[in-house]
C-alpha cells in the first residue's frame, strides 16, 4: 500500500535555516521504462559529479562508489512504481545528542585574550549563549571538570576523587525557552567551582561510558571537549609528577578514547583548545596543541586543509586569537551547525518479516526547480557525492550531497525499497 508523501522541517540554529525533506515510498506494478532517455528535465544538475556508470555495485556484492544520474520525470515514476519496490514508509531526520566536557580548572581563571574577563567567564557566558540558541529537539549533558577541589593519588583511585561525578547534568532534551533542563544546565554554569588540576581523561571518559554511550535515543550522537591547558592528573587521579609537583599527564590514552568513540559507537568529538591549552606543565615540555589536532582528526571533526602540528591545527584552537570570547562564540556556532544541520535520517521500519537491504534502497532528490536526482549508493571511505548506510536503521549523506541539499530549501528526499538502480539505466 502507498503511503502520501510527508515534508520533514528541522530547524538549525545561529541561522533560522528550515531544510525541507519529503520521504515518499511506493510498490505497484511495473510499468516498463524509457530505456535510458536523456536525463534531467532541461534544468543543469545541483551535483557537479561523473555517475557510478553500469558498475555502481551493490546488487552483486561488488562495493559501490557513489555518484548521481539526474532523471527525467518518466525514470522517477518507474522506480518509485516498479514491480520489485515491495513497500513503504517514512523516515526522519535524526536528532542530535551532545555531550559537553568542560575544564574548569584553576588556571580558567586567569584573565582571557581581548577581555577582562577570566578564561572561565567567557567560556561560561559562551556555553550559555549557545545552549540558548539551539533548538528543543537537541538533547544535551554537561560535566564541569575537576569541579572541586582535587585529590591526587599516588596509585590509581576512583574517577570521584578528582572529578564532582555528582554534579553531571543528565542527558535530556532541551525543550522550550525557559524548561527546567535549560536551566538545570545554565545553574551548572553559574555555579561552578573553578580550581584544581586538570583530570582530562579521567572526565571525558566518565561522561563518554556513563552519560553518552547508555544514552537510548535514537540520535545522532557527539562529544565536545573544552580545555585550556594539558592534562595534569592521569587516569585514576593519578598525579604524574609524584614529589615533583605538577606535570603533564599521557594524553595519547585521552586520543584512544575518541577514536573508539568514533570507530565503534560513531560519535563524533569536537576539540576546543582555549588559551594555555598550548602550554606545557613541564619545564621545556613542548606545545600541547597537536594530541589535540590528533584527536580531532581521529574524531571524525577535523577540517580537510589542517595540519595537526599546526599553525593551522585540526582542532578548533583559541590560542592564536586576539579575542578569545569573539572566536570561541564563532567555534560553538559552527559546532551547532554541524550537528543540527547532519544529514542523517532514520530508516523507516520494515514491513514484518521484510529487511532494508542498502543495495536495494533508491534515494532520489527532487530539487526546487524540479529537477530529480538519482544519488547513489557509496561503500567507500572517502564519500563525496552519493549516500551511505550508516547503520541498519540509518541513512547518511556523503558530504557534497548533503550540501546541495542544505542549500536548496525546496529539495525533498524519496526513498524506495526493494530495487536495484539497474531499474533504469544508470548512465
Known sequence: MKQSSHILRRSLAFGSILVGASLGFACGSDDGNDGGADSGTGGHSHLDTGNGGDGNGGSDGAPR????????????????????????????????????????????????????????????????????????SVSTGMLLYPNQNTQRNSQPGDVEDCVNTDAMIPIDALGQSGSDHREQL???????????????????????????????????????????????????????????????????????????????????????????????????????????????VLGGT?????????????????????????ALSDALASIAGQIIDSCTFAMPDPPEGERIDPALTNVIITWGSGQSTLILGDDTTDCTVGWQSSGADELTLCEETCKAVKADSNARLHLAFGCGVDIIPVR
Open 302 to 326: 577535523a577540517p580537510d586543509d589542517c595540519d595537526e602540528e599546526g599553525p593551522n591545527f585540526c582542532h578548533m584552537d583559541m590560542t592564536q586569537e586576539p579575542d578569545f570570547a569573539a
Open 65 to 136: 562508489v557513489g555518484g548521481s544520474v539526474d532523471l527525467t520525470e518518466q525514470e522517477v515514476n518507474d522506480i518509485l512504481n516498479a514491480s520489485c519496490t515491495g513497500w513503504s514508509g517514512e523516515g526522519e531526520a535524526l536528532p542530535a545528542v551532545l555531550q559537553l566536557v568542560v575544564d574548569t580548572s584553576g588556571s580558567m581563571d586567569d584573565r582571557a585574550p581581548g577581555s577582562n574577563d577570566s578564561k572561565w567567564e567567557v567560556t561560561r557566558d559562551a556555553l550559555a549563549s549557545a545552549l540558548e540558541s539551539l533548538p528543543p
Open 186 to 296: 545554565a545553574d551548572a554554569l553559574a555555579s561552578a567551582n573553578v580550581r584544581s588540576y586538570t583530570p582530562t581523561h579521567d572526565a571525558f571518559g566518565y561522561a563518554l561510558e556513563e552519560s553518552l554511550l547508555p544514552y537510548q535515543g535514537n540520535a545522532t550522537k557527539f562529544m565536545l571537549l573544552i580545555t585550556d591547558g594539558a592534562p595534569t592528573l592521569a587516569q585514576g587521579c593519578v598525579n604524574p609528577g609524584g614529589r615533583r609537583g605538577v606535570s603533564d599527564a599521557p594524553t595519547q590514552p585521552i586520543v584512544d578514547l575518541v577514536e573508539t568513540a568514533r570507530s565503534e559507537h560513531g560519535i563524533r568529538t569536537f576539540l576546543i583548545g582555549s588559551p594555555g591549552s598550548e602550554e606545557s606543565s613541564n619545564s621545556g615540555g613542548g606545545d600541547m596543541r597537536p594530541w589535540l589536532s590528533r584527536a580531532a
